[in-house]
């Protein structure tokens, strides 16, 4: 899907971008307090900012640090200080590489694995239920809509 070429906004389009913007904004603070409140249901010592590391680990059962600092666009110390954090509570594990023994692999512990599909149920339930009046044709224009904008504000 090729995106629109950038030009200045149409003046009459201006309220139409404002109502966008603030939609866009109370999406985000759901997500920030939504982030803040499955970090506590995993675990309660765990920062909001490490379930998108833990989340990719669970997805991908095994990764590098690398692939996920390239990922997430994220420093690599500060990965560093949240896997060693994510270790020190006993939801991520560190396994040596065998081909090259520079390399580590993190990978979910059991723990983890458990606590995650019991949140997973828990908000697809959610989800569902808050879904459940919606008609098919919106469902299908949320998803189409979502995509879209997700692969629009990819990072280049």
Same mark, same amino acid.
């Given at each position: 899907?090729?995106?629109?070429?950038?030009?200045?906004?149409?003046?009459?389009?201006?309220?139409?971008?404002?109502?966008?913007?603030? !939609?866009?904004?109370?999406?985000? !603070?759901?997500?920030?307090?939504?982030?803040?409140?499955?970090?506590? =249901?995993?675990? +309660?010592?765990?920062?909001?900012?490490?379930?998108?590391? $833990?989340?990719?680990?669970?997805?991908?059962?095994?990764?590098? !640090?690398?692939?996920?600092? #390239?990922?997430?666009?994220?420093?690599?110390?500060?990965?560093?200080?949240?896997?060693?954090?994510?270790?020190? $509570?006993?939801?991520?594990?560190?396994?040596?590489?065998? !081909?090259?023994?520079?390399?580590? +692999?993190?990978?979910?512990?059991? $723990?983890?694995? =458990?606590? &995650?599909?019991? &949140?997973? =149920?828990? &908000?697809?339930? *959610?989800?569902? #239920?808050?879904?459940?009046? &919606? %008609?098919?044709? *919106?469902?299908?224009?949320?998803?189409?809509? $979502?995509?879209?904008? %997700?692969?629009?504000? =990819?990072?280049?």
């Amino acid at each position: 899907m090729e995106t629109a070429e950038r030009t200045t906004p149409i003046p009459e389009r201006s309220a139409l971008y404002d109502a966008t913007e603030e !939609q866009m904004f109370a999406l985000i !603070q759901i997500v920030a307090r939504s982030k803040r409140e499955v970090a506590s =249901q995993l675990e +309660h010592l765990m920062t909001p900012a490490a379930l998108p590391v $833990l989340g990719i680990i669970m997805r991908t059962k095994r990764i590098t !640090q690398s692939e996920i600092c #390239d990922k997430l666009l994220m420093d690599k110390a500060a990965l560093s200080r949240m896997v060693t954090k994510l270790e020190e $509570l006993g939801l991520v594990t560190r396994e040596v590489d065998e !081909q090259d023994r520079r390399v580590s +692999h993190l990978l979910p512990t059991e $723990l983890s694995v =458990q606590r &995650w599909k019991e &949140w997973l =149920q828990d &908000w697809r339930r *959610d989800l569902r #239920d808050r879904l459940e009046g &919606w %008609n098919d044709e *919106d469902l299908s224009a949320l998803i189409s809509l $979502l995509g879209r904008l %997700n692969e629009d504000m =990819q990072v280049s």
